[in-house]
């Protein structure tokens, strides 16, 4: 059967191995800072995932460690596509798009000005 296949196995890999260099808190930042709304339902599901894995009578670093694959699993699925969009992108304008949406790790993140009194 033919295929319409948009990831590659490469992109893929890529993904799990940025995701292991940059951890699971910085990953949630950078996919924040691009996709705030896709983060906030990921944050709100995996929390009421991590909730209900308790309920079943895991101790809480089961509970964690379930949460993290959890986690680690749709980050490397959400990359891996921003990754395939970016390739399909450079293909079709010739353009450099991956910088756009794949900033340098060593990045620091946005400054946030210190709150106020």
Partial sequence: ????????????????????????????????STEPDLTEYLLESTTNLHQAILNTGATGKQARRIHDSTLTLVLVCVTAVQKAHAALWQDVTGRDLVRKLDPPVSEPPPATPPAGP
Avoid at 14 to 22: K, M, P, T, Y
């Fill in 1 to 32: 059967m033919a295929s319409d296949q948009t990831i590659t196995a490469r992109q893929v890999l890529q993904a799990q191995l940025e995701l292991q260099r940059q951890g699971l808190d910085r990953a949630m930042a950078l996919l924040e």
